[in-house]
């Protein structure tokens, strides 16, 4: 697994082999990213939650982002977070929090233009965490939320005040992504 594009390209970030981890693909990072590109306007706070290896919010570091905030609840995979950000030089331009992602929804205070989430595979509480977060303070009218799933866990068109506007699949996996549509949730 390495960073795909921008200023941490080609840097190979270190995974563990008996985590139950199910790292986001090249391909599949390189197509979020596309398609953020072309989508998202605000890349100043990114949360990269389920953060796993944290290659999602390292991704968005490496193509210009100047904040992530990395959620995970496994301690092994907070240090390993913490090794990948130093090997790439992006230390300084982050926070790694070790914790669930309803707890993270409950104490994080700032707006993201960006957040990702990469749950557990087939996690039905997919659902209920998009819910809750698309209902939070930590967004706005100009974030982007995008839904790594599983084609078996299908998802809402609207979150909220969120609208699904992109859906890809590649295999079993897909990909929603969200933007503020306004009017009633």
Same mark, same amino acid.
């Given at each position: !697994?390495?960073?795909?594009? %921008?200023?941490?390209?080609?840097?190979?970030?270190?995974?563990?082999?008996?985590?139950?981890?199910?790292?986001?693909?090249?391909?599949?990072?390189?197509? *979020?990213?596309? !398609? &953020?590109?072309?989508?998202?306007?605000?890349?100043?706070?990114?949360?990269?939650?389920?953060? %796993?290896? /944290?290659?999602? %919010?390292?991704?968005?570091?490496?193509?210009?982002?100047?904040?992530?905030? @990395?959620?995970?609840?496994?301690?092994? &995979?907070?240090?390993?977070?913490?090794?990948?950000?130093?090997?790439? /030089? @992006?230390?300084?331009? $982050?926070?790694?929090?070790?914790? #669930?992602?309803?707890?993270?929804?409950?104490?994080?205070?700032?707006?993201?233009? *960006?957040?990702?989430?990469?749950?557990?595979?087939?996690?039905?509480?997919?659902?209920?965490?998009?819910?809750?977060?698309? $209902?939070?303070?930590?967004?706005?009218?100009? +974030? #982007?939320?995008? *839904?790594?799933?599983?084609?078996?866990?299908?998802?809402?068109?609207?979150?909220?005040? @969120?609208?699904? *506007?992109?859906?890809?699949?590649?295999?079993? +996996?897909?990909?929603?992504?969200?933007?503020?549509?306004?009017?009633?949730?």
């Amino acid at each position: !697994m390495r960073v795909i594009a %921008g200023k941490a390209k080609g840097h190979r970030l270190k995974s563990l082999r008996s985590s139950g981890l199910r790292p986001t693909s090249d391909l599949l990072r390189g197509a *979020i990213f596309n !398609m &953020l590109e072309s989508t998202a306007t605000d890349w100043s706070r990114v949360l990269d939650l389920y953060a %796993g290896t /944290g290659a999602l %919010g390292i991704e968005a570091l490496s193509r210009g982002a100047d904040w992530a905030d @990395f959620v995970e609840r496994n301690p092994r &995979l907070c240090n390993l977070i913490k090794e990948n950000l130093k090997h790439t /030089g @992006f230390a300084e331009q $982050c926070a790694v929090y070790r914790m #669930t992602a309803d707890k993270a929804l409950s104490i994080l205070k700032d707006k993201y233009g *960006i957040l990702l989430l990469d749950p557990p595979y087939a996690d039905p509480s997919v659902t209920a965490t998009a819910e809750k977060l698309s $209902c939070s303070r930590l967004v706005g009218e100009d +974030s #982007t939320i995008v *839904i790594e799933h599983s084609k078996r866990v299908p998802l809402q068109e609207r979150y909220g005040k @969120f609208k699904q *506007i992109k859906n890809i699949r590649h295999g079993d +996996s897909c990909v929603s992504v969200y933007q503020y549509a306004g009017g009633e949730p």
